[in-house]
């Protein structure tokens, strides 16, 4: 199992509160994916979202 950074754990908390079923968060991305993204569109992405993105990268409702 991955280390979750400590930041998201209030997070992961309040997400597991919902039924299974209800949503799905993604695996995290490296460092190396987000740097390529930056590259390919123009912008810097604050570092609370990168955390995010090598943490989970996004998720969905079922």
Request: aromatic share 18%; no cysteine; proline share 2%.
């Amino acid at each position: 199992m991955r280390k979750i950074d400590n930041y998201f754990k209030y997070f992961i908390k309040e997400v597991g509160k919902y039924n299974l079923g209800i949503h799905q968060l993604y695996s995290g991305i490296s460092l190396e994916e987000i740097n390529k993204y930056k590259e390919k569109l123009g912008v810097e992405f604050p570092n609370i979202y990168k955390r995010f993105l090598i943490n989970f990268n996004g998720g969905s409702l079922l």
